[in-house]
């Protein structure tokens, strides 16, 4: 048996505002799988990648490969920035020994914004089966948090800042984002509330300014989520 939630997820952005983006879901091979979003817990080496999240994470750099291939993108100018737990970190390194980027180098990094969303200690190393629990209250009330945890709204502000930092600091490259199942989802909700706006990136940062986004958004984060396996264009 494999620890809990080996899974990693991707997300590619080119750069912004001529935006692509992909999500990736590595399988996850487990006889039970349990929620780790615990930082903590998260970046302990038990809880990386099963076996055939490697596989997965290499077929994702293959694909994204094959894109920049296509998009005539160098990869010299390919930025890769993931979330610092195990699982996330052994999917950008994968990707990027595929794509020939030194992920000891500057073009990788791990930003906290990136990390799992928090669900709470209730949560915390038990079935993942109780995630129905939460995903039905973002619906209802996306500012409600779990007891302890994180609302849709909390992620969407820390994603919408990564979301700005990165096309601030970063305006001739293209961006690989590395995540989780909830901000990958929130992160699509966001990006679907600001193409509702004249101006992409304005958009995102309204987002950001209000201090939430709306809750006809942010409920809807689910129906951007991932079948396990699949690679996604999200822009």
Request: glycine share 8%; with cysteine.
């Amino acid at each position: 048996m494999h620890p809990p939630s080996q899974q990693g997820r991707a997300v590619f952005v080119p750069q912004i505002p001529r935006s692509k983006s992909y999500q990736f879901q590595p399988k996850v091979s487990t006889v039970a799988i349990l929620v780790c979003c615990r930082q903590e817990n998260g970046t302990k080496p038990e809880f990386g990648l099963a076996p055939q999240g490697f596989e997965q994470a290499r077929a994702a750099g293959e694909l994204l490969q094959k894109e920049l291939e296509e998009m005539g993108v160098p990869v010299d100018s390919v930025k890769i920035r993931y979330s610092p737990f195990s699982r996330t970190t052994e999917t950008a390194r994968v990707v990027a020994g595929v794509l020939g980027i030194p992920f000891e180098g500057p073009s990788c990094a791990a930003v906290m914004g990136l990390r799992e969303r928090y669900f709470g200690p209730s949560y915390e190393l038990h079935s993942h089966d109780k995630y129905a629990e939460v995903w039905a209250v973002d619906e209802a009330h996306p500012h409600m948090a779990p007891e302890g945890g994180e609302s849709v709204a909390d992620v969407a502000n820390r994603l919408s800042a990564v979301l700005s930092s990165t096309e601030t600091d970063f305006h001739s490259s293209e961006i690989l984002i590395v995540s989780h199942g909830d901000p990958l989802q929130i992160f699509q909700a966001v990006l679907s509330g600001a193409k509702e706006n004249t101006s992409f990136l304005d958009g995102v940062r309204d987002l950001k300014m209000k201090g939430t986004a709306v809750a006809s958004v942010l409920s809807q984060h689910r129906k951007f989520a991932l079948d396990t396996g699949e690679v996604r264009r999200v822009v």
